[in-house]
């Protein structure tokens, strides 16, 4: 059973600093690895893809991958207060079974 | 229309009763999905189809049962429904076949089972 794990939070973080968002993943075939972020009563919506080691910048977000230890981050700088979500982490592993999701991190920036 | 569009948004059903689900993508993606989506539980996807076949069943119980007539519609036909497949069923679309990248989501249609 391929797992994505996520703390379910909530995770309060005050306007203007820098919001850190973690994510395991148990199946070491894994090949891409995406942000998704979902407000209340939305349908997710991509905001981050990586597929390599390192870090990926895309604004005010960065997504961080390491491979060995199966583990992704979501940085985002300067939170503002609409950053308030759900963030789920997806992951495509190497067979066809599509994206498999975390249960996500309820997000709340703090004015 | 852009992106993928989803119909009904919301939809209450008594549990003898028999439904559809439609989604539409106008992105000329080549792979549709439908995910269920419940609460406290991460998305679960349900079924996969690139290029108009089934290729990922993931076993759904029989009472739900997906239609893919083109690359672009997926339906999902529902009957003898139980009250805990009350849920938001979220359809997507990827390029690439089911190894795509960055999904795109419909709205969702909310259902309820009474």
């Known amino acids: 059973q391929k797992e994505v794990e996520q703390n379910s939070g909530p995770l309060s973080v005050p306007e203007g600093a820098i919001a850190s968002l973690n994510c395991t993943y148990s199946?070491?075939?894994?090949?891409?690895f995406f942000w998704y972020r979902q407000y209340s009563g939305k349908s997710p919506e991509l905001i981050m893809s990586?597929?390599?080691?390192g870090d990926k910048e895309d604004g005010r977000f960065t997504a961080q991958l390491n491979k060995a230890s199966q583990y992704v981050s979501l940085l985002i700088r300067d939170s503002q207060p609409s950053d308030s979500a759900t963030y789920l982490c997806?992951?495509?592993?190497?067979?066809?079974?599509?994206?498999?999701f975390g249960k996500g991190t309820h997000l709340i920036i703090q004015p | 229309e852009t992106g993928v569009t989803q119909t009904p948004r919301h939809l209450v059903m008594g549990m003898t009763n028999k439904k559809s689900l439609k989604c539409e993508q106008h992105?000329?993606?080549?792979?549709m999905y439908w995910y269920k989506q419940s609460a406290k539980k991460p998305l679960e996807l349900m079924f996969v189809?690139?290029?108009?076949?089934?290729?990922e069943n993931n076993s759904v119980p029989s009472r739900f049962s997906p239609e893919c007539p083109n690359s672009s519609h997926l339906f999902l036909h529902l009957h003898t429904l139980q009250p805990e497949d009350s849920a938001l069923y979220l359809c997507?679309?990827?390029?690439?076949?089911?190894f795509g990248y960055g999904y795109t989501f419909g709205s969702g249609t909310r259902l309820t089972v009474v």
């Open positions: 997507a679309s990827s390029q690439e076949g089911v």
């Open positions: 199946d070491r075939g894994s090949q891409s």
């Open positions: 990586i597929y390599s080691n």
């Open positions: 997806a992951v495509i592993g190497g067979g066809a079974d599509g994206l498999t």
């Open positions: 992105l000329g993606h080549n792979a």
């Open positions: 189809y690139s290029l108009e076949e089934r290729v």
